[in-house]
């Protein structure tokens, strides 16, 4: 396994947004040297910065050796972990709010903001979330 910190070790900035890709990376290096179990869990743990270190670690399901059981509790902590980002209509409206009075004097700047609108707007469409009136 890869020393943390180097360039080849699985990095976790403690977001949402990377935790899918630091998990992958680190399971495919634990199958790799085959990791089970505690040690499994034990390996992920000593990845983490500090904070996270203590919150993953002073878990329950941390002092055994399920690590399916584990890393279950550890995306609880993370909700859209999976990719599957979780948005509202004001997420939607604070997109729209930020560039109301903003002058976009290229198509760089609204490139910018129908990326951000769309962004959120597509998987509130999709679920149902907004109609017509708030696109």
Not at 41 to 51: A, F, H, P, Q, S
Not at 87 to 102: G, R, T, W
Request: one cysteine or more; a negative charge; charged letters at 30%.
């Amino acid at each position: 396994m890869p020393v943390r910190g180097t360039t080849d070790a699985p990095k976790f900035d403690g977001t949402t947004d990377n935790l899918a890709d630091f998990i992958d990376l680190y399971e495919q290096l634990a199958d790799d040297v085959g990791l089970q179990g505690l040690d499994r869990i034990k390996g992920i743990i000593r990845y983490l910065e500090r904070d996270d270190r203590e919150l993953w670690g002073g878990m329950p399901e941390a002092q055994v050796s399920d690590y399916n059981a584990f890393m279950k509790e550890v995306k609880v902590m993370y909700p859209g972990w999976d990719g599957k980002r979780r948005y509202a209509l004001s997420d939607l409206q604070a997109i729209a709010h930020e560039y109301v009075n903003k002058t976009m004097p290229s198509y760089q700047e609204l490139s910018n903001y129908l990326r951000a609108f769309k962004k959120i707007m597509q998987p509130l469409l999709a679920e149902d979330c907004i109609g017509k009136a708030e696109r």
